[in-house]
């Protein structure tokens, strides 16, 4: 499974790089906020998945430890050799001897629980942008289509987001799987009634959960489709709200941070009623004539010019990797 995840950030790298300068409208609280690229979105992704796989690989390390102590962990039947014995098992079985026996001390496990928990919750943050951004109101992003995938058996029209479906189910099934082993490791003395035996199907149903959504969304985001045609509408879709903070910044070098949020947030009201762009009220506005040039105000409003280091942060995601 951490190939397939390896093979994700492969193709989140990729999409990264090649959409570094795709300008797109950022969205806070669901509605439209200040210009970012889409290689901006998917390098945040990127880092994100980088960093609960690398979490994953260790707590996976951690827990590949030998359990081997006998009827309650002394290894009384082996005499003054139990080390020994347990040396000799660990390297037939390719895994680590811990300082002593650990029957009845869950943690490792919980924590390997925890950390699938997480990837899986990234996966699902993934998939619900992607889902968000397929939307037919949206169209900025689809999954890659094929026969008999994504249709729907009563609407012909249907291209249905199917792998960010599996993956956002696996986001929801997975938090109450972490819980099961969570709930399983106050056990009793050296080995415990019941909280073992509740990990034994749910520990595998969280790496099965976990496993198919990695591979349908390495799937996905191999073959996303990208309309940056449309990203760029959407974005100027909003009469110029999107680079209201834009316009603010520009006008504050002269009038000064609030008085200047203050004529743009009225503006904004203004060209909001009037059905016009947020650009053709502030040109009519005498305080910002007297301070503000009508060439600057047309590079406060190009999207291009207020994208701060997004592309730097592109850049630094992808060179910042796990190996």
Not at 143 to 150: I, M
Not at 160 to 182: D, E, Q, S
Not at 279 to 291: F, I, K, T, W
Request: hydrophobic residues 50%.
């Amino acid at each position: 499974m951490c190939g397939v995840l390896v093979q994700l950030e492969d193709a989140l790298a990729a999409l990264a790089e090649r959409h570094v300068e795709t300008v797109m409208v950022a969205r806070t609280w669901l509605q439209q906020a200040t210009p970012t690229t889409f290689g901006r979105k998917a390098a945040g992704w990127l880092a994100a998945l980088r960093r609960t796989r690398a979490g994953l690989e260790r707590a996976l390390r951690e827990a590949s430890v030998l359990q081997f102590g006998g009827a309650s962990g002394t290894l009384a039947s082996l005499g003054d050799r139990g080390v020994e014995v347990g040396e000799a098992l660990a390297r037939e079985l390719g895994l680590t001897l811990p300082a002593l026996p650990w029957h009845a001390e869950r943690d490792r496990f919980a924590a390997l629980a925890a950390a699938c928990g997480n990837v899986a919750g990234i996966l699902g943050k993934i998939a619900r942008d992607v889902s968000l951004l397929a939307q037919n109101e949206i169209a900025e992003a689809a999954e890659p289509s094929a026969p008999g995938r994504g249709g729907s058996s009563t609407m012909p029209q249907k291209r249905n987001p199917v792998a960010c479906a599996i993956a956002l189910a696996a986001a929801v099934r997975a938090p109450a799987l972490v819980a099961t082993m969570f709930a399983a490791m106050p056990q009793e003395h050296e080995r415990g009634l019941g909280g073992w035996h509740a990990e034994w199907e749910t520990l595998p149903e969280l790496v099965r959960v976990l496993s198919g959504s990695a591979h349908v969304m390495a799937q996905a985001i191999a073959g996303l489709e990208v309309d940056a045609a449309r990203m760029r509408a959407n974005l100027d879709a909003t009469q110029g709200f999107a680079m209201a903070e834009s316009f603010k910044t520009a006008l504050a070098v002269s009038l000064g941070l609030w008085r200047a949020h203050d004529i743009v947030e009225a503006a904004s009201r203004r060209a909001a009623g009037e059905g016009r762009t947020l650009r053709e009220v502030l040109d009519g506005d005498p305080d910002v004539r007297a301070h503000v040039s009508p060439e600057a105000l047309d590079r406060a409003g190009d999207p291009r010019n207020y994208l701060g280091v997004a592309t730097q942060f592109v850049q630094r995601s992808i060179a910042d990797r796990a190996p």
